[in-house]
């Protein structure tokens, strides 16, 4: 029975990466991090994540959660999320005569996906983005984009994000400092 | 091949119509009485500290509805609001100097089109300017914030949608904005007829 269930989880967790959409971050999401690095100028760049988590390792993720103690809380969240992707770059040797700035260009680009802005800060050697795609009155998905001098960090979201914040400010509370921004 | 063609017209009908609801949605806000355009206040392009936030009406529903247990009170002024547009930015003197005539612009369209000016304050490095937008039942429906330090930074505020005096504070004491400190409940202008 034991092994059983092992090959049945062994099979999805397969074929999920084999799935379009997964692991693997797609192309514009690459095209993006890729505009952010010319304007940073040369720089080494070391990828220390960059992963897509699809809907396939989503339910296989939510599966095996449903074996742990944890279950009840993890599913709640993980059936309104139905894709990930997680860009962390390590950025070396920066020039450190050119303004960290996030390029208008990716306001643009993002704007044709459906993206509109709703925090953009930059601060002296950091910037940070919140884009959100609303779809009727539904947050469909976020886009958060975080670039210092040292780090790039790139995280889209998609999913039924409403009911996620809802549930997590429900459970959480809203306090100030983790939503300063909104 | 037909089924194809279908459905690539399907997705551009979807694309096109979902496009199109957005940018009604803004037109909408725009023609808004309480809505102010900020469009001729640049960003400097080489301020070395900035934050714009831009929440709409969906969003600020959505917080609501999700904040509605745990403060009631900011839930019910965000669900009645339809945009709340932050935009600060690190300035040096000469930039104060010139952002202060297009504020003196904004200033005479507002009063043209009866925005009732609530505070002033002018002093040598300092310059704030807070005008609120009445309807006809004297509910506010509109807040405009523009202050600027000399040297040190400029704030642009705009709340759209109907709100009152004492949520203005709570909404700056949520967001951190530093000029809604006038909007204290002592200072309700209801209090203050008392």
Not at chain 2, 17 to 35: E, F, M, Q, R, V
Not at chain 2, 155 to 162: A, K, L, P, S, Y
Not at chain 2, 164 to 173: M, T, V, Y
């Amino acid at each position: 029975m034991k092994t059983k269930m092992l090959a049945i989880i062994l099979i999805s967790f397969l074929g999920a990466c084999f799935l379009p959409g997964c692991v693997f971050v797609s192309s514009d999401f690459r095209h993006t991090k890729n505009l952010i690095l010319d304007e940073i100028g040369p720089a080494d760049v070391d990828t220390e994540v960059q992963i897509q988590i699809g809907p396939g390792i989503i339910s296989m993720g939510s599966f095996i959660v449903s074996f742990t103690d944890a279950r009840d809380e993890a599913l709640k969240y993980l059936r309104d999320i139905r894709n990930v992707q997680v860009g962390v770059y390590h950025l070396q040797d920066v020039d450190r005569s050119r303004p960290i700035k996030i390029p208008d260009k990716i306001a643009e680009k993002l704007a044709r996906k459906g993206y509109e802005p709703m925090v953009k800060v930059k601060e002296r050697g950091s910037a940070v983005w919140v884009m959100t795609k609303m779809r009727r009155d539904r947050l469909q998905s976020l886009y958060v984009i975080s670039l210092e001098r040292g780090e790039l960090v790139l995280v889209e979201v998609e999913g039924r994000l409403d009911r996620l914040i809802e549930k997590a400010i429900r459970e959480h509370g809203f306090h100030k400092g983790e939503f300063m921004n909104i | 091949m037909k089924r194809f063609n279908f459905l690539i017209i399907m997705l551009l009908i979807f694309i096109t119509t979902s496009t199109c609801l957005i940018a009604d949605d803004d037109k909408d806000l725009k023609k808004h009485p309480g809505y102010v355009n900020f469009d001729e206040i640049d960003i400097p392009k080489d301020a070395e500290e900035t934050v714009e936030v831009y929440v709409r009406g969906p969003l600020l529903r959505l917080i609501a509805k999700a904040t509605e247990h745990e403060d009631p009170g900011v839930s019910e002024i965000l669900e009645k609001l339809l945009l709340i547009r932050v935009n600060t930015f690190s300035i040096d003197a000469g930039q104060a100097d010139n952002l202060k005539p297009k504020i003196s612009k904004i200033e005479k369209d507002l009063e043209k089109q009866k925005w009732e000016k609530v505070v002033r304050v002018k002093e040598r490095e300092e310059l704030v300017n807070i005008y609120m937008k009445l309807d006809d039942k004297d509910r506010i429906v509109g807040l405009v914030v523009m202050a600027i330090e000399d040297g040190d930074e400029a704030v642009f505020v705009n709340i759209v949608g109907e709100t009152d005096w004492e949520a203005i504070g709570k909404i700056g004491r949520k967001l951190d904005i530093d000029e809604f400190r006038y909007f204290s409940e002592d200072d309700s202008p209801r209090k203050r007829r008392k």
